[in-house]
């Protein structure tokens, strides 16, 4: 029987999990397994499946948790070494949790943005998407990707202070301007007055 697109990629997953240190031993994959394995095998990031719990305890975890989190793939898997959720920044977990409740009791797909700490201690920044799964089997899951996105935000960041400088120096240079034309004004207002006096008392000087 032909398997769906997604029951390909949930079994390409798993097999990422099972050997996260070595080439799958679970038999020969189909063409289109192997194409998905070899891709996944160096998505930046994470692709995983876990449940809808505080600790977001993990089912699937693919090898791309390395780079992102320090943490190996069964590291993270069911929570042996440490759970996802103890990585998210404690500022941002409240958040993370309601938003991923709205997502499971709506059946929508979502994306957010959070900051995670890695097991260096390194914060970084990531945008995670994915899409609420019910099965027999597993029950309700939650299945996507996690990428760091910490070098566009502080790119972002960079770009909005520069903005920011240049913002003020501009309103510095009006205020400046504004000044000098306020003073300038005043000036031509006394030359001004002086001038209509003068030419009221020599009305009849027809040189000046």
Do not use: W
């Not at 097999?15 to 063409?31: H, I, M």
């Not at 990031?45 to 693919?62: E, K």
């Not at 899409?131 to 996105?149: K, L, N, P, Y």
């Not at 400046?176 to 003068?198: C, E, F, W, Y």
């Amino acid at each position: 029987m032909r398997r769906s697109a997604a029951e390909v990629v949930r079994s390409v997953v798993e097999r990422l999990t099972a050997n996260a240190d070595r080439e799958p031993t679970l038999g020969t994959p189909s063409l289109g397994e192997a194409t998905l394995y070899r891709i996944l095998g160096h998505v930046p990031g994470i692709v995983f499946r876990c449940r809808p719990d505080r600790a977001r305890t993990m089912d699937l975890v693919s090898r791309g948790s390395r780079v992102l989190t320090g943490f190996e793939p069964h590291d993270l898997v069911h929570n042996r070494t440490v759970s996802y959720g103890s990585l998210i920044h404690p500022d941002d977990r409240n958040r993370v949790q309601e938003e991923l409740h709205r997502a499971v009791m709506s059946r929508q797909p979502y994306h957010m943005i959070y900051r995670i700490r890695r097991v260096d201690g390194r914060e970084r920044t990531v945008r995670e998407c994915g899409q609420t799964v019910t099965s027999r089997s597993m029950g309700v899951a939650i299945e996507g990707c996690v990428g760091d996105i910490t070098e566009q935000v502080e790119l972002l960041a960079r770009v909005a202070e520069m903005e920011a400088r240049e913002a003020a120096k501009l309103e510095a240079l009006r205020t400046r301007a504004v000044g000098v034309a306020h003073d300038l004004n005043n000036s031509i207002a006394v030359i001004k007055g002086t001038a209509q006096v003068l030419l009221i008392e020599r009305a009849g000087d027809a040189p000046l």
